[in-house]
C-alpha cells in the first residue's frame, strides 16, 4: 500500500513516492546504530493467525481507564476515506482499527511485538478450497451500522463488488481485480448495473468467493477496508460516502474536513460482544493534518496540556532525534515499517550486470540516509534481501561477494568497472531542485558515483514533477529511485508486482520500475504461485536470491523504520508493523 | 565635461564650495561628484558601512583562498564519508558545536547531515550573493538609464510607447514571475547539471533585472526632462550636437547622483531579493548562497541555533551595511541637504 507522506517528505529520501505498501516487516526494533538490531529476524508481522480468537469481547487490558479523547497529529492529510479506496497507511489505519469492519483483522500482539490475523466480522479466517480458488466466509449476527441498521452478508458482497470499480476509486488496491473471478473485466456495480457478478454468492450469511487463481492469502485481503460490508443505494455514493463512511467500528465520523481534520465519536451502535479484537477505552479522537513538522516535534517534545494525550502519524524528524531520545526516549515508539527502498537501475539500458553490481559497491548508503534526513538505524536500516525482515521463509544474504550491508566501496566499483569496460558510465537518476534535502542527496551520491569511476549526471525535476518523470518509461532517466512495501507477509506481494514483465505501453511502469523483464522469473514466479501454501514461502526466499544471483536488476538501499512520539498519557501504543502507524485499538489514557 | 556645465547643476545648492579656502588657496571649483566624496568622507556612517562592505566583499572575492587557507572542507561533499563527522544527522562533539566546544578547525562548525564546513559556506554564500546583487544592479542601471534617457529625450509617440512599456513591467508581479520562470529553468537544462546551475544564476539576474530596471527608468526620463528644456541642451541642438552626442555627452553626466543613489539602495535590496528567492527554493540550488543557508537553518534552530544564526547575521550584517551606505550616498549626492 501507499505511504502517507506527502511528496515533499517523501523526496527526502531521494524521490520515494512508494506506489504501494502493507502488510509486513520486522518486529518492534531498538534505536540505536546497531541496525540489525533493529529487526526481529524470523519474528515477522502479521504471519501469525489465531483463528480460534472468534469470540467477543476482545479480552479486557490490565489497568486501562475509560475516558479522555486521543490527539492524532500529522504531517500528511488524509486521501479518499472510501473504504473501497483506502489504500495509504494512514487511512487504512484510521478505518481499519477504528471505523469500518472488514471480513478479518490485525490485533497487536504486546508478547512477541507482532500483529496477529485473527477474525473480525466473519466467524473465522475463511475456509478455501483444496487449490485456494474458493473461499468460504460466515458472517457474524448482531453487527450495526451507526445508524442501527444491521449488517447483513449482502452488504458484504456489495463492499467486495465496489473494490472492482477502478474508474471510481482509482487509488484502491486492485487484489479483487487481480484474482476474483472476471475480475479483470468486472467493473463493479456502478459500472455493471443489474449485471450479476457470478464471483461472489451468498448464502444466508454465508459468502462464498470465487477466485480464477489461487489466492492463499484472501484471508489477509480480507482485512482491508475494501472488504467490509457497504449499504446499497444513495448513502454509499461513491461522490459522498468518502466524506462519512458508515461505521461498524467503535467509533464513528463526526466533523471530516479533508486535509485537515477529523474528528471520531463513540458509536453507540457498536457492540463488543460482537467484536474480538477491538476497544472502546476512550471517548473519542480528534486528528489534526497538514501540521508541520518542527511544530509537530516540539508539541510533542513538551509533551504539556493536551500534548499528554497525542500520538503522531510521523516519525520524529532527524534534527530532533537525539533530544527526544535523550528527554523522552520512553515516549519514542520504535518499529518497522514492512518496505525496502531500493535503486532501479533499467534493465533496458544498463545491461552489464557488472556495472548493476558496481552501482551497489558505489552508492553511498549512509551519507545517503544522512543528506536525506534519516536517520541511521532508526528510519533507514541497510538490508540486502529484496523482501525485508518479517516475510516468512527469508533468510539473510548478500548477493555481493565481500559487500558489507551499506558499506560502500568505491574500489571494488572500479575494478568491476573495468572489467567490464565501461568507465565513465553514465548514469542519470532524478533528483527534486526545489528540495534542499533531495539536492544534499544528489550531491552526496554523484560525489560517490564519480569516485567509483561513473559518470554521474544528476536530472534535474522539481518536488511536483518527480514522480510523474519517474513512471515514465521514456523519460531520459536510466536509474529509478523507489521502494515497495507489503500488503501482507508473504513473497507473494514482492516479486509479482516488482520483477513480472509489464506491458509498458498499457499498464506503464507499474511497481516494475527496474523495467525488468526476463521470461525465466515470470515462469518461476507463476509457478510459485501454483505451488503448496507451505512450500511457498521458502520459494520466494529462493527466488530472492536467484534473482539477485542471476540478473542483479536492483539493489537495496535499505529498509523503513519508525519512532513515532506518543505524549505521556497515552498507554498502549505501539508501532503496529504492517503500517508503520500506531496500534489504537488497545489505546487508553491515564486520566 | 566643463565647468560652466557642472555650475547649472551646483549653483543652486547652498553648499556650494568657499571660493577661497582657510589656506587662502583658490578652488575654482569642485564636481558634484567630488563634493559628495568629501561629504562622505566626512560622514562615520559612511565610513563604517563601507569597511563592514568592503571586508565582506574582500572575504567573498576570497572565499576560495581563505577555505584553503583555513584547511576548512568547503569539499561539497567532504573527501571522506559524511557520516563520519555525524551522529543522529549532528556534528560528533569533536567536531565542533552544537554538542561539543568550538574549535578551530570549524569555526562556525558543520553542517548537519551533510557534514559541509559552515564558514566556507559560507564565505561561498557571499561571493554567490554579491555576485548577483552586482550583476542584477549594473545590468539594470544600464537598461534603466538607457531607456530613460532615450524616452525623456524622445517626444511623442516613442515616449508613450515607452511609459507604457514600464507600466507594463511594474505592474507584473514579480514574485509570480519568480516562481514561474524557476520549473521552466529547471525543466529545461534537466540533464545538463553544469549548464543548470550557470543557467539558475543567470535566469536570476534576469528575473532581477526584468523586475528592477523600471524604477530606475522613470526616475532618469522625469529627470531628463526636466533637463532637455535647459539652455546648454537647447543651445547644443542649435548648433547641430548629435542627439547620441546629446544624450551621453550633455545629459548623462548630469544623472550621475540619481544614479549612484539608485545603485546604492538596489544593491541592498538584489541581496535580499536573492536570498529571498533561495530561501523560497526558486533561486539558485546548485550552488551554496545566502538564503539556501537560511532555509536550512531553520530546520534546526532549536537544537543547532548557530546553524541558523550565522547566515542571517552575515545577510543582516550586509544588507544594513549597504541600505545605510546607500542613505549616505544619497544624502552626500542631494545638494538640498546640509551636514
Avoid at chain 2, 170 to 175: N, Q
Wanted: negative net charge; glycine residues 10%; aromatic residues 10%.
Amino acid at each position: 500500500m501507499r505511504l502517507n507522506k506527502p511528496i515533499v517528505a517523501v523526496s527526502t529520501v531521494a524521490l520515494l513516492a512508494l506506489a504501494a505498501c502493507g502488510g509486513s516487516g520486522g518486529g518492534g526494533g531498538t534505536p540505536g546504530g546497531q541496525p540489525t538490531d533493529t529487526f526481529k529476524e524470523g519474528g515477522g508481522s502479521g504471519q501469525g493467525t489465531d483463528p480460534t480468537r472468534n469470540e467477543g469481547p476482545a479480552p479486557e487490558i490490565e489497568g486501562a481507564q475509560e475516558g479522555g479523547t486521543v490527539k492524532v497529529i500529522s504531517v500528511a492529510g488524509l486521501n479518499s476515506m472510501d473504504p473501497s479506496e483506502a489504500y495509504y497507511t494512514n487511512t487504512i489505519a484510521i478505518l481499519q482499527q477504528l471505523v469500518t469492519r472488514s471480513l478479518t483483522q490485525f490485533v497487536y500482539d504486546e508478547e512477541s511485538g507482532d500483529v496477529i490475523l485473527i477474525p473480525d466480522l466473519a466467524t473465522d479466517l475463511g475456509t478455501p478450497n483444496e487449490d485456494f480458488t474458493e473461499w468460504e466466509f460466515t458472517i457474524r449476527p448482531g453487527v450495526r451500522y451507526e445508524n442501527g441498521q444491521e449488517v447483513t452478508a449482502d452488504d458484504v458482497a456489495f463492499g467486495i463488488k465496489r473494490s472492482f470499480d477502478r474508474a471510481s476509486f482509482p487509488e484502491g488496491a486492485a487484489y479483487s481485480n487481480d484474482y476474483f473471478v472476471d475480475g479483470d473485466t468486472y467493473e463493479g456495480p456502478y459500472k455493471n448495473k443489474g449485471d450479476d457478478y457470478k464471483g461472489i454468492v451468498v448464502d444466508g450469511d454465508t459468502l462464498t468467493l470465487k477466485m480464477r487463481k489461487p489466492f492463499p492469502d484472501m484471508a489477509y485481503w480480507g482485512s482491508f477496508p475494501a472488504i467490509g460490508p457497504i449499504p446499497e443505494g444513495d448513502a454509499s455514493d461513491p461522490a459522498k460516502y468518502s466524506q462519512h463512511p458508515w461505521a461498524t467500528g467503535p467509533y464513528m465520523f463526526d466533523e471530516y474536513t479533508p486535509e485537515k481534520s477529523l474528528t471520531l465519536v463513540k458509536n453507540p451502535e457498536w457492540d463488543a460482544a460482537t467484536d474480538p479484537g477491538r476497544h472502546q477505552y476512550v471517548d473519542g479522537y480528534e486528528m489534526q493534518f497538514d501540521v508541520a513538522t518542527p511544530k509537530i516535534d516540539q508539541i510533542m517534545l513538551q509533551d504539556e496540556g493536551e500534548a499528554k494525550n497525542t500520538v503522531s502519524f510521523d516519525s520524529v524528524s532527524a534534527p530532533n532525534y537525539l533530544q527526544f531520545k535523550q528527554d523522552a526516549s520512553d515516549r519514542l515508539l520504535f518499529g518497522s515499517e514492512p518496505c525496502t527502498f531500493m535503486w532501479y537501475p533499467d534493465y533496458r539500458q544498463i545491461k552489464d550486470i557488472n556495472v548493476r553490481k558496481a552501482l551497489a559497491y558505489a552508492y553511498p548508503y549512509k551519507d545517503a540516509y544522512a543528506a536525506s534526513g534519516a536517520i541511521e538505524g532508526v528510519t533507514r536500516i541497510p538490508g540486502t534481501n529484496i523482501m525485508p525482515p518479517g516475510i516468512p521463509g527469508r533468510e539473510e544474504f548478500n548477493p555481493l561477494p565481500d559487500h558489507e550491508k551499506g558499506a560502500t566501496d568505491a574500489a571494488k566499483a572500479k575494478e568491476l568497472l573495468t572489467e567490464a569496460d565501461a568507465l565513465g558510465f553514465e548514469i542519470k537518476f532524478l533528483y527534486a531542485t526545489d528540495d534542499t534535502a533531495s539536492v544534499d542527496t544528489q550531491k552526496v551520491i554523484s560525489a560517490a558515483l564519480e569516485e567509483a569511476g561513473f559518470k554521474a549526471t544528476p536530472v534535474a525535476s522539481t518536488i511536483a514533477d518527480s514522480s510523474t518523470t519517474r513512471a515514465d518509461p521514456s523519460a531520459d532517466i536510466n536509474v529509478r529511485s523507489g521502494g515497495w512495501c507489503s500488503d501482507w507477509p508473504s513473497g507473494g506481494s514482492w516479486f509479482p508486482p516488482v520483477f513480472e514483465t509489464t506491458d509498458l505501453d498499457k499498464e506503464g511502469l507499474g511497481a516494475n520500475y527496474a523495467v525488468f523483464s526476463e521470461p525465466a522469473v515470470d515462469k518461476r514466479i507463476a509457478e510459485i504461485q501454483e505451488l503448496d501454501l507451505k512450500e511457498q514461502p521458502a520459494a520466494w526466499n529462493e527466488l530472492d536470491q536467484t534473482i539477485q544471483a542471476d540478473y542483479f536488476p536492483v539493489f537495496v538501499t535499505s529498509y523503513g523504520g519508525a519512532a513515532l512520539m506518543r505524549g505521556s498519557n497515552v498507554n498502549n501504543a505501539f508501532i503496529d508493523p504492517t503500517f508503520g502507524m500506531p496500534t489504537m485499538k488497545d489505546m487508553w489514557l491515564t486520566q | 565635461m566643463t565647468v560652466a556645465e557642472l555650475e547649472v547643476l551646483g549653483s543652486g545648492g547652498p553648499e556650494a564650495p568657499p571660493a577661497v579656502d582657510e589656506s587662502g588657496k583658490k578652488i575654482t571649483g569642485r564636481s558634484p561628484t567630488r563634493i559628495a566624496f568629501d561629504r562622505l568622507r566626512k560622514d562615520k556612517v559612511a565610513v563604517i558601512c563601507s569597511t563592514a562592505v568592503l571586508i565582506l566583499v574582500i572575504l567573498g572575492i576570497l572565499a576560495p583562498l581563505i577555505s584553503n587557507a583555513l584547511g576548512l572542507k568547503y569539499a561539497d561533499p567532504p573527501s571522506t564519508p559524511a557520516v563520519e563527522y555525524l551522529r543522529f544527522t549532528y556534528p560528533k562533539p569533536e567536531y565542533g558545536p552544537p554538542f561539543g566546544p568550538f574549535t578551530w578547525d570549524h569555526p562556525l562548525g558543520l553542517a548537519p547531515g551533510t557534514a559541509h564546513d559552515n564558514l566556507a559556506r559560507l564565505l561561498y554564500g557571499i561571493r554567490t550573493s554579491f555576485a548577483v546583487a552586482l550583476l542584477a544592479t549594473v545590468l539594470s542601471t544600464v537598461i534603466g538609464v538607457s531607456i530613460g534617457l532615450v524616452a525623456g529625450f524622445a517626444r511623442g509617440a516613442l515616449d508613450k510607447l515607452i511609459s507604457f512599456v514600464i507600466d507594463v513591467f511594474l505592474s507584473f508581479p514579480f514574485l509570480l514571475g519568480a516562481l514561474a520562470i524557476a520549473p521552466i529553468i529547471t525543466s529545461r537544462f534537466a540533464t545538463q547539471p553544469e549548464i543548470l546551475a550557470k543557467a539558475q544564476f543567470f535566469s536570476l539576474i534576469g528575473v532581477l533585472v526584468i523586475f528592477g530596471w523600471m524604477g530606475l527608468a522613470r526616475l532618469i526620463r522625469g529627470q531628463v526632462l526636466s533637463l532637455r528644456e535647459r539652455e546648454f541642451v537647447q543651445a547644443a541642438q542649435v548648433i547641430g550636437v548629435p542627439t547620441r552626442r546629446i544624450l551621453f555627452k550633455e545629459l548623462l553626466p548630469n544623472l550621475v547622483a540619481p544614479i549612484v543613489v539608485t545603485i546604492s539602495l538596489s544593491l541592498p535590496g538584489f541581496v535580499a531579493a536573492e536570498a529571498g528567492l533561495a530561501f523560497l527554493g526558486v533561486g539558485l540550488t546548485g550552488i551554496p548562497s545566502l538564503g539556501q543557508s537560511i532555509l536550512r537553518g531553520t530546520q534546526y534552530y532549536d537544537q543547532y541555533p548557530l546553524y541558523l544564526w550565522a547566515p542571517v547575521v552575515t545577510v543582516a550584517i550586509l544588507v544594513m551595511a549597504l541600505n545605510l551606505l546607500g542613505d549616505s550616498v544619497r544624502d552626500a549626492f542631494d545638494p538640498s541637504t546640509r551636514q
